[in-house]
């Protein structure tokens, strides 16, 4: 089973090819030029370098958010024009929990943060000691002090990642010291893990129609127009 395998959801844009269980390819790119500038780009190398014909793939996957507005949109666009024009079905991951799966074995718990503004972050609390995701908590847009004490609720020493790591880790230290965070190896979305879940997830793949994007809250123009 071959799948093309997209995140765009934060800072972090990144693709790659999953071949039944090996990584063929990925490319990632954790930089300034903005998502409609390196998508497609970042696809059409990975093609060429992999001598790959998408006309070969079985699937789409794509990271369907929360996160950054603007990415969430270029990223399901992209994999619903792909999908479209190959006739495939794509497989929409949470972005939450592929960031997660960066850290498939950890003996704590596992909590991704996205930078949301506004002294908000978009999360989930997860367990994954036995290589599996288990949810322990909703998805959440919520103030990261609110973050902080429901998760003392669950444990008082867990493993943070994901892109609000460098905004609030020393408000997470001043809550609790025994917190710590993942290297940076592991920190930000892979395409690879998006692929890995999509895997387990086939019997969740949607049309290119069908597909929806998790928001969780309203973009900042519709709230600030009061809608």
Same mark, same amino acid.
């Not at 994954?128 to 990261?144: F, P, Q, V, W």
């Not at 609000?164 to 408000?171: A, H, I, N």
């Given at each position: 089973m071959k799948i093309l395998t997209l995140d765009s959801t934060g800072l972090v844009a990144s693709a790659a090819v999953m071949d039944d269980e090996k990584t063929t390819a990925e490319f990632t790119i954790n930089y300034k030029k903005?998502?409609?500038?390196?998508?497609?780009?970042?696809?059409?190398?990975i093609c060429e370098n992999i001598e790959l014909d998408l006309k070969t793939l079985d699937y789409i996957a794509c990271a369907?958010?929360?996160g950054s507005f603007t990415g969430l949109r270029i990223g399901a666009a992209t994999a619903k024009g792909l999908a479209h024009g190959l006739g495939l079905k794509i497989i929409p991951v949470p972005t939450l929990d592929a960031l997660a799966y960066n850290l498939?074995?950890?003996?704590?718990?596992? +909590? %991704?943060?996205?930078?949301? *503004?506004?002294?908000?972050?978009y999360t989930c609390f997860f367990r994954?000691?036995?290589?599996?995701?288990?949810?322990?908590?909703?998805?959440?847009?919520?103030?990261?002090d609110v973050v902080l004490d429901a998760l003392d609720e669950i444990t008082d020493s867990a493993v943070f990642l994901g892109d609000? +790591? %460098?905004?609030?880790?020393? *408000?997470i230290l001043q809550h609790n010291n025994k917190h710590c965070f993942a290297p940076a190896c592991a920190n930000m979305q892979r395409a690879a893990c998006v692929g890995a879940l999509a895997a387990k997830m086939t019997d969740k793949a949607v049309s290119g129609d069908e597909f929806e994007i998790l928001y969780l809250r309203?973009?900042?123009?519709?709230?600030?127009m009061g809608l």
């Open positions: 903005t998502h409609s500038q390196t998508l497609m780009p970042m696809i059409e190398n369907s958010g929360p498939p074995f950890s003996e704590r718990i596992v +909590v %991704p943060i996205m930078d949301a *503004r506004r002294d908000q972050v994954t000691s036995d290589g599996r995701l288990e949810k322990l908590s909703e998805y959440m847009a919520e103030n990261i609000g +790591v %460098p905004v609030f880790k020393e *408000r309203k973009s900042q123009a519709e709230r600030e």
